[in-house]
């Protein structure tokens, strides 16, 4: 479904991925671990047309999505979750989830997925005409995935949906991350616990340094040594 090949890219003059490549099938949960400052969110940057290709292919159904506009992206089928929500502060809950519906014209359709969204997450429907500011944390993550998903996304890129939440909390977030991959949606999940990641990823790549340092299956990374060592604090 995603294909990437030697991507290189970064910000003003310094480089931040060298030549990498990964790729991700249809059905599959496949997530990227790996320090701070490893390159991870500005590869799903890089995939939803955020920062330029400076060398490199990158693909999805066939399609390259080099020098594609950010919004040509979503139309394709992939909608980019970012690291800390980022919803509209001062737009209501019903707002934010109409901005995830904007490269769409078919009004029944997107009644019908806000009203899927506050059937997932009741407390957004008790609050809708909020402004997406009075929301907590895990309440903000809720909404943001909610505005994610009304594009109607193939390929959903998630950056850090679990930093800074409680951890019962965090367990939701993996709980809907094994949900929205058992409804048919395709994940790429950038995130820093990587035994929660690795647990319920069918394949995993660890970066360093903005290159690919190690690939398999997600309990193959889990019993990795070196991954332990590393990220786990084995």
Do not use: C, W
């Not at 030697?6 to 480089?15: H, R």
């Not at 980019?80 to 359709?109: K, M």
């Amino acid at each position: 479904m995603l294909k990437i090949d030697g991507l290189a890219t970064g910000y003003g003059y310094a480089e931040v991925l060298h030549g990498l490549s990964l790729e991700l099938n249809e059905g599959e949960i496949v997530a990227v671990v790996g320090a701070n400052g490893a390159g991870k969110s500005t590869l799903l940057k890089t995939i939803s047309g955020l920062l330029p290709v400076r060398r490199g292919t990158m693909t999805f159904k066939g399609e390259s999505l080099v020098g594609r506009r950010p919004e040509d992206i979503v139309r394709l089928g992939i909608a980019h979750i970012p690291e800390g929500r980022r919803v509209f502060p001062y737009s209501t809950i019903d707002e934010n989830l109409s901005v995830g519906s904007y490269t769409r014209d078919d009004r029944p359709a997107i009644e019908a997925d806000r009203d899927a969204a506050y059937r997932r997450f009741p407390v957004l429907r008790e609050r809708r005409d909020r402004p997406a500011s009075t929301l907590s944390g895990g309440e903000q993550q809720m909404l943001a995935v909610s505005r994610g998903l009304m594009s109607r996304p193939k390929l959903i890129l998630m950056d850090e949906p679990s930093l800074g939440l409680s951890p019962i909390l965090v367990d939701r977030v993996f709980e809907l991350v094994r949900e929205l991959n058992a409804e048919g949606k395709s994940i790429l999940l950038v995130e820093q616990n990587a035994t929660r990641a690795l647990a319920i990823a069918h394949r995993a790549y660890v970066m360093v340094t903005g290159e690919i340092a190690l690939t398999g299956t997600g309990p193959e990374l889990l019993g990795n040594a070196e991954v332990q060592r590393s990220y786990l604090g084995g």
